[in-house]
């Protein structure tokens, strides 16, 4: 570190006053990181030594700091995600409901009613088509995203493209909205259009910002430190990694609670009001960028991994044959590496692109995206069914309070649950000799989504039990057409998911950071997201059967899923756990071709 906060060059030593930094190969990055952060991580120990064997079990393993750029990026993250869930939130309604008689013209129903706000009026299965359209295209749109951040722009320059698509989208929803636009029954082109495009933009945006938030960890390895008490500790790059993602789990979960906002905004004014503030919120979101761009560790792209990693396959695929592919192994491997094929005096018609080593990385990114495979499930029960149990509040006792409402509770557990598991729950687990090991912390977060759906099941059932109109709640109108259930009954369902979210999702942000090559990062993240696309994909075929009287079902069957789920994910992947392969560093891991070997074997 220079004087003054300055950075230095990794090439020359030279100071960068911009405070940017422009490497070109990968392995000096490695190299000269360590050195010039060491410094600031560092106050006892002035050698930044690595640690002995017997200190790696004796002492205690801290984060490192935090550097200022990694909050700023959070600023950034929160912004995004409170307009997302700002406007998204209140799909469902402006979708299903008609403009309430009696109301403002603009959404909002009348005061001191039951009645819910709408727009649109096109029903129950309509809503859950769009809604699960825009999810699907957010979730699949990021491999675009990625492709683009590897292969030509970066991450910084691709989060930059995605806000200036998302303030159009936002500004076309802003339109649909208008209220003169809504009456004369012309608000579904313009919405359509703008659930498109910030489905798009959402895609460029959300797999580059967590890899960029970890690439300012200020370590590359871990070093023994003294703190002021004399303690001798680890500072351990894997904890500060965990320490950002945990920190970038918190600030989407801070900005969707903004859905309070826009909630009660279509419920009082109309949704006019319920598009602009998010939009107005976002603008921080570019404010962010300026005061960050000068202070960031930018990483110049690399090359698409995925790219690469299609054409290995194909080799692959034809070198080793079909049979072989599906066993796996040593031989489907190699049957890719240049070098082998140079032995075997089989080579290509044109240069292969790739050289051993990234043969061996896609190997190890492979078999970490295994643990990614039931993550669909999951995904329907984390949020998965959110128009149907927005459909369910409606059918319940409100007074007042929009039925949309309730899933804010989502993000205010998620606020709560993340410091509990970190400063309560985990500590408590280790100093009780009970390792949380990333598969347990997985197999345990499935449990929590069955709970959830045994609650939604039995529920909807008792709404059914107390409405009017009985196994046909959803559009009823005889009496006051609600059950007599308060909605607040909801909140399990809400508050269950981040418990379960939080030891599933930020474990695999752990596994897409710590165990995938630098050139493949944002491609594994967007990997994880679309899991989630899947799961939206499940959710729009079975959506035209979402409706009276068989909203009991849905929770019955991603409740059964996800128990399936759990214990497949234990019994196919425990030994993960037990040969510690999961969330070692990747240069760690490259020493472990045995272990990864004998992981394939048994999965």
Same mark, same amino acid.
């Given at each position: 570190?220079?004087? +003054?906060?300055?950075?230095?060059?990794?090439?020359?030593?030279?100071?960068?006053?911009?405070?940017?930094?422009?490497?070109?190969?990968?392995?000096?990055?490695?190299?000269?990181?360590?050195?010039?952060?060491?410094?600031?991580?560092?106050?006892?120990?002035?050698?930044?030594?690595?640690?002995?064997?017997?200190?790696?079990?004796?002492?205690?393993?801290?984060?490192?700091?935090?550097?200022?750029?990694?909050?700023?990026?959070?600023?950034?993250?929160?912004?995004?995600?409170?307009?997302?869930?700002?406007?998204?939130?209140?799909?469902?309604?402006?979708?299903?409901?008609?403009?309430?008689?009696? +109301?403002?013209?603009?959404?909002?129903?009348?005061?001191?009613?039951?009645?819910?706000?709408?727009?649109?009026?096109?029903?129950?299965?309509?809503?859950?088509?769009?809604?699960?359209?825009?999810?699907?295209?957010?979730?699949?749109?990021?491999?675009?995203?990625?492709?683009?951040?590897?292969?030509?722009?970066?991450?910084?320059?691709?989060?930059?493209?995605?806000?200036?698509?998302?303030?159009?989208?936002?500004?076309?929803?802003?339109?649909?909205?208008?209220?003169?636009?809504?009456?004369?029954?012309?608000?579904?082109?313009?919405?359509?259009?703008?659930?498109?495009?910030?489905?798009?933009?959402?895609?460029?945006?959300?797999?580059?910002?967590?890899?960029?938030?970890?690439?300012?960890?200020?370590?590359?390895?871990?070093?023994?430190?003294?703190?002021?008490?004399?303690?001798?500790?680890?500072?351990?790059?894997?904890?500060?990694?965990?320490?950002?993602?945990?920190?970038?789990?918190?600030?989407?979960?801070?900005?969707?609670?903004?859905?309070?906002?826009?909630?009660?905004?279509?419920?009082?004014?109309?949704?006019?009001?319920?598009?602009?503030?998010?939009?107005?919120?976002?603008?921080?979101?570019?404010?962010?960028?300026?005061?960050?761009?000068?202070?960031?560790?930018?990483?110049?792209?690399?090359?698409?991994?995925?790219?690469?990693?299609?054409?290995?396959?194909?080799?692959?695929?034809?070198?080793?044959?079909?049979?072989?592919?599906?066993?796996?192994?040593?031989?489907?491997?190699?049957?890719?590496?240049?070098?082998?094929?140079?032995?075997?005096?089989?080579?290509?018609?044109?240069?292969?692109?790739?050289?051993?080593?990234?043969?061996?990385?896609?190997?190890?990114?492979?078999?970490?995206?295994?643990?990614?495979?039931?993550?669909?499930?999951?995904?329907?029960?984390?949020?998965?069914?959110?128009?149907?149990?927005?459909?369910?509040?409606?059918?319940?006792?409100?007074?007042?309070?929009?039925?949309?409402?309730?899933?804010?509770?989502?993000?205010?557990?998620?606020?709560?649950?993340?410091?509990?598991?970190?400063?309560?729950?985990?500590?408590?687990?280790?100093?009780?000799?009970?390792?949380?090991?990333?598969?347990?912390?997985?197999?345990?977060?499935?449990?929590? +989504?069955?709970?959830?759906?045994?609650?939604?099941?039995?529920?909807?059932?008792?709404?059914?039990?107390?409405?009017?109109?009985?196994?046909?709640?959803?559009?009823?109108?005889?009496?006051?057409?609600?059950?007599?259930?308060?909605?607040?009954?909801?909140?399990?369902?809400?508050?269950?998911?981040?418990?379960?979210?939080?030891?599933?999702?930020?474990?695999?942000?752990?596994?897409?950071?710590?165990?995938?090559?630098?050139?493949?990062?944002?491609?594994?993240?967007?990997?994880?997201?679309?899991?989630?696309?899947?799961?939206?994909?499940?959710?729009?075929?079975?959506?035209?059967?979402?409706?009276?009287?068989?909203?009991?079902?849905?929770?019955?069957?991603?409740?059964?899923?996800?128990?399936?789920?759990?214990?497949?994910?234990?019994?196919?992947?425990?030994?993960?756990?037990?040969?510690?392969?999961?969330?070692?560093?990747?240069?760690?891991?490259?020493?472990?071709?045995?272990?990864?070997?004998?992981?394939?074997?048994?999965?």
């Amino acid at each position: 570190m220079a004087p +003054g906060g300055m950075l230095l060059d990794y090439e020359t030593g030279a100071v960068d006053r911009k405070g940017t930094i422009a490497p070109i190969e990968s392995e000096k990055i490695n190299h000269h990181r360590d050195k010039i952060f060491i410094a600031e991580v560092l106050s006892e120990d002035e050698e930044g030594r690595a640690p002995t064997e017997e200190e790696k079990t004796s002492l205690r393993r801290v984060s490192a700091k935090v550097p200022w750029a990694s909050y700023a990026i959070c600023v950034v993250e929160f912004a995004e995600r409170a307009s997302y869930y700002g406007v998204s939130g209140i799909f469902g309604n402006y979708i299903q409901r008609p403009l309430p008689e009696g +109301g403002n013209g603009a959404g909002a129903p009348p005061r001191n009613t039951q009645e819910t706000a709408g727009a649109l009026g096109l029903g129950l299965t309509t809503a859950n088509a769009l809604t699960t359209l825009f999810s699907f295209l957010a979730c699949t749109t990021p491999i675009i995203g990625a492709m683009l951040a590897d292969l030509k722009w970066g991450r910084f320059k691709t989060i930059c493209v995605g806000t200036a698509i998302a303030l159009l989208a936002h500004s076309i929803l802003i339109i649909s909205a208008i209220p003169s636009v809504i009456q004369e029954g012309h608000a579904i082109v313009p919405f359509i259009i703008g659930l498109l495009v910030l489905a798009f933009s959402t895609g460029m945006i959300t797999p580059s910002v967590a890899p960029l938030i970890a690439d300012q960890t200020p370590i590359k390895s871990q070093t023994v430190r003294a703190l002021p008490s004399g303690e001798r500790v680890i500072v351990d790059p894997s904890r500060t990694i965990e320490n950002m993602l945990m920190m970038y789990y918190w600030a989407i979960n801070f900005g969707a609670l903004f859905q309070i906002a826009t909630s009660y905004s279509e419920k009082d004014v109309g949704y006019w009001l319920a598009y602009l503030t998010p939009t107005i919120l976002f603008l921080l979101v570019p404010l962010a960028l300026v005061w960050v761009y000068k202070r960031l560790v930018r990483y110049p792209p690399q090359g698409s991994g995925t790219v690469h990693a299609i054409k290995a396959f194909a080799v692959m695929f034809r070198r080793a044959g079909f049979l072989t592919a599906l066993k796996g192994g040593d031989k489907l491997w190699n049957s890719a590496k240049p070098s082998v094929i140079a032995a075997q005096g089989g080579g290509e018609i044109k240069p292969l692109a790739w050289d051993d080593e990234f043969i061996n990385d896609l190997r190890k990114t492979y078999n970490a995206c295994k643990v990614f495979a039931f993550f669909p499930v999951w995904y329907i029960a984390d949020g998965g069914l959110t128009t149907i149990q927005n459909s369910m509040a409606a059918s319940m006792t409100t007074n007042g309070a929009p039925n949309d409402l309730l899933s804010n509770f989502n993000p205010i557990s998620t606020i709560v649950t993340v410091p509990f598991y970190n400063y309560i729950l985990y500590p408590f687990l280790r100093r009780h000799g009970f390792n949380f090991t990333p598969i347990r912390r997985i197999v345990t977060g499935y449990c929590i +989504g069955v709970l959830t759906m045994i609650i939604g099941a039995i529920l909807q059932w008792q709404v059914y039990r107390t409405s009017p109109c009985g196994y046909y709640a959803t559009s009823c109108d005889v009496g006051t057409g609600v059950s007599t259930i308060t909605v607040w009954t909801q909140v399990p369902l809400y508050w269950l998911p981040p418990m379960g979210g939080i030891m599933i999702n930020v474990t695999a942000y752990e596994i897409a950071y710590t165990r995938s090559p630098a050139r493949m990062k944002g491609i594994v993240m967007a990997i994880i997201l679309l899991m989630s696309a899947f799961s939206s994909a499940i959710v729009e075929i079975c959506s035209p059967a979402f409706k009276d009287p068989n909203l009991i079902w849905p929770f019955v069957g991603v409740g059964a899923a996800n128990l399936i789920a759990a214990f497949l994910n234990w019994y196919f992947f425990r030994h993960m756990d037990e040969e510690e392969v999961i969330l070692r560093r990747p240069e760690s891991v490259s020493r472990q071709s045995r272990n990864l070997e004998s992981v394939e074997n048994k999965t």
